[in-house]
């Protein structure tokens, strides 16, 4: 059978992007998220993807001659931020205590958001019956106090052990076949880590994220089979690679949608010869900041979520809730951006969906920049008068501003938001180039980067569906681990025996040949709180070790599968831009009309210098006086502060 086309879907809080790699061609469309029913936006953009292609909504004619389907969500990472997901509570065992999980400022916090007063703290030693009273009375208690899902984790050394044993008791006492039976989630089945707080924290999450990731995927996956499709949905996860959704936990979704991004932002970098590119991805709802430097996105052993260190690998992403859709309100004479947002549905009030608050797309189009004829395409209508009386009710009346005084005071706002958060999540060289995408990731990307301390700024060509563009990028992979059992030769040997076995059970179950796949081997070294990792070139146990560490193993196994290939260059001979087209738009707070540029209408190599306004039929750019910007082949766009 021909190789088929990849199709990669990146699913935002507010817009879904559909990208269809066929060989050397790339579709791409959007489609308005329906958080409501994700696998509604899921279908709704596979069929604009069929009819870009083939003229008509040809869906089965697509799906059946698709290879793989990748999908990534940032619904994780937005129920996280937003806050929104089940109420959780939390038992604690064996000398593990509520002070040790709080400990960090930012755990405290969290914790209050996740589980409220909903942790109990078993007594230490108890055996027999005095620990089955105790694990009841502590699960009747989480219950009756609302919690929907229970985390159970253990401390010390027989953390699995104990563990277990409250498995067995609480599946005799609350057996799952009972109708309201509580999902209850232990932290070793989670991850292995040693770190009990890591683990415990680790297994939250995963409790948090899985509900709504579980319901969404396994439907989307179950619809996608009535067509016959080649291969299972596989998942873009947090590492950078992807996986069938029965293989997948739930908290390797969490970021998976930015870490596409950061693929991207890779082959970008790599391509273009850029040492230092930090990235913003800015969606409707979050700003995603990432870093490739010197080929490598940066990223953790141990991965951080909102400050909170995991036992997973991550890449080093932050999200910043401020966003196209991100709310706007005036607190005791301020405004204030963030974190919560509208989302797709309802939406900017400029969508006309029911939305009334104020956005920063609702800001730009009373503004000017975005313009109702053009925006997203030209297939999403947008109401200039519903955003006009969002931004007067919300930010204006509140403030004793004037329209233009509002809209400038927004801007301000969120360009400040954004250019804080670069600079505290790096420092800013003279060597760094900031690569700015997303939906929203061009519109003000010169103020902000300006705003910076930075010079440069790369905007793909495919900037509005560049995650989705990313993670054509990845490969078919797992990480499989375990701890010796005895830290000597033939414990490795027998562990190293065991995570063979099963990578090659789970690649059996991607549909992969074991045999086709590429492999690493690491060995873990976990010694008075301090890991270490080595690289082994065999399942040979390296020498001076020293005694009592604990030793785990590591196995990552990947499948490769197509990928898609960067095109384009920068340097080429200018070319003058030219613009047959003014738009009138705000800047500084006062009305110009600057030259428009349509990138459809530009050749390679064409150049211009700002103030003006660049448009392609997904993402807007507005280049301030003092920038220049030049186009290439690809689409890419480059901007240089004269």
């Not at 057996?175 to 089945?189: K, Q, T």
């Not at 995963?206 to 996956?221: C, D, G, K, S």
């Not at 074991?514 to 082994?536: K, P």
Request: hydrophobic residues 40%; contains cysteine.
């Amino acid at each position: 059978m021909p190789a088929g086309k990849l199709i990669n879907i990146d699913n935002g809080g507010t817009l879904t992007d559909i990208c269809v790699i066929d060989g050397e061609r790339i579709y791409r469309t959007k489609t308005i998220t329906t958080p409501y029913d994700l696998t509604q936006c899921l279908f709704d953009g596979l069929k604009k993807a069929a009819r870009t292609i083939y003229g008509v909504d040809d869906l089965r004619r697509l799906l059946q001659s698709t290879e793989y389907i990748r999908y990534s969500t940032t619904q994780g990472t937005n129920a996280l931020v937003e806050r929104k997901g089940p109420r959780l509570g939390l038992i604690l065992g064996s000398g593990l205590r509520a002070a040790a999980v709080k400990r960090l400022p930012q755990a405290d916090a969290l914790a209050a958001g996740l589980l409220g007063d909903r942790i109990v703290q078993l007594a230490d030693g108890l055996q027999g019956e005095a620990l089955e009273t105790a694990i009841v009375g502590a699960t009747n208690l989480l219950t009756s106090a609302g919690a929907n899902r229970i985390v159970v984790a253990c401390g010390g050394a027989g953390c699995e052990q104990r563990e277990a044993e409250l498995r067995r008791i609480l599946l005799r006492k609350f057996p799952s076949h009972l109708l309201g039976a509580v999902p209850i989630l232990y932290s070793h089945e989670v991850v292995d880590d040693h770190d009990d707080v890591r683990r415990a924290w680790s297994a939250l999450f995963n409790a948090f994220l899985h509900p709504a990731m579980e319901q969404f995927l396994y439907n989307a996956e179950h619809k996608l089979r009535d067509f016959r499709t080649r291969h299972p949905l596989l998942i873009f996860r947090n590492d950078g690679l992807s996986a069938r959704v029965a293989k997948t936990i739930a908290l390797k979704t969490y970021s998976s949608g930015p870490r596409g991004g950061m693929e991207g932002a890779r082959a970008l970098a790599s391509h273009y010869g850029i040492e230092r590119l930090l990235t913003m991805d800015v969606g409707g709802t979050t700003t995603d900041i990432g870093l490739v430097e010197r080929g490598v996105v940066r990223a953790h052993r141990r991965g951080v979520i909102e400050g909170i260190p995991t036992s997973i690998p991550m890449c080093d992403v932050v999200s910043v809730g401020v966003g196209g859709s991100s709310i706007f309100r005036a607190v005791d004479g301020m405004i204030t951006v963030g974190p919560d947002s509208v989302g797709g549905a309802p939406g900017p009030a400029c969508f006309g969906l029911g939305g009334t608050e104020a956005t920063m797309t609702d800001a730009f189009l009373v503004g000017g920049l975005l313009d109702p004829a053009s925006f997203f395409g030209g297939e999403l209508a947008i109401d200039p008068q519903r955003a006009r009386e969002a931004v007067g009710e919300r930010v204006a009346k509140p403030l004793g501003l004037a329209e233009p005084a509002a809209v400038q005071a927004m801007e301000d706002a969120w360009v400040g938001k954004i250019a804080s958060s670069l600079k505290a999540y790096c420092a800013i060289t003279s060597g760094t180039t900031l690569g700015a995408f997303g939906g929203a990731g061009p519109l003000a990307v010169c103020r902000v980067a300006q705003a910076a301390g930075i010079a440069q700024v790369v905007i793909p060509g495919l900037a509005a569906v560049f995650s989705a563009y990313g993670i054509g990028f990845s490969d078919i992979g797992h990480l499989y681990e375990g701890v010796l059992q005895t830290p000597d030769a033939d414990g490795l040997q027998r562990c190293h025996a065991n995570l063979l076995e099963q990578a090659r059970r789970g690649m059996f179950a991607e549909g992969v040949d074991f045999e086709g796949c590429h492999s690493a081997l690491t060995l873990q070294v976990s010694r008075d709180g301090n890991e270490e990792e080595i690289h082994l070139a065999s399942a040979n146990l390296p020498a001076g070790l020293g005694a009592g560490a604990r030793l785990s193993l590591r196995l990552q196994v990947v499948k490769p599968i197509t990928h898609a290939a960067a095109t384009g260059r920068f340097g080429a001979k200018a070319v003058p831009a030219t613009s047959t087209r003014r738009r009138r738009t705000l800047m500084a707070g006062r009305p110009v009309d600057l030259p428009l540029y349509r990138t459809t209408e530009l050749r390679p190599g064409a150049a211009a210098t700002g103030p003006a306004i660049l448009e392609e039929p997904f993402y807007t750019c507005r280049i301030e006086e003092g920038w220049q910007f030049e186009f290439n082949d690809a689409g890419d766009v480059l901007l240089s502060r004269r």
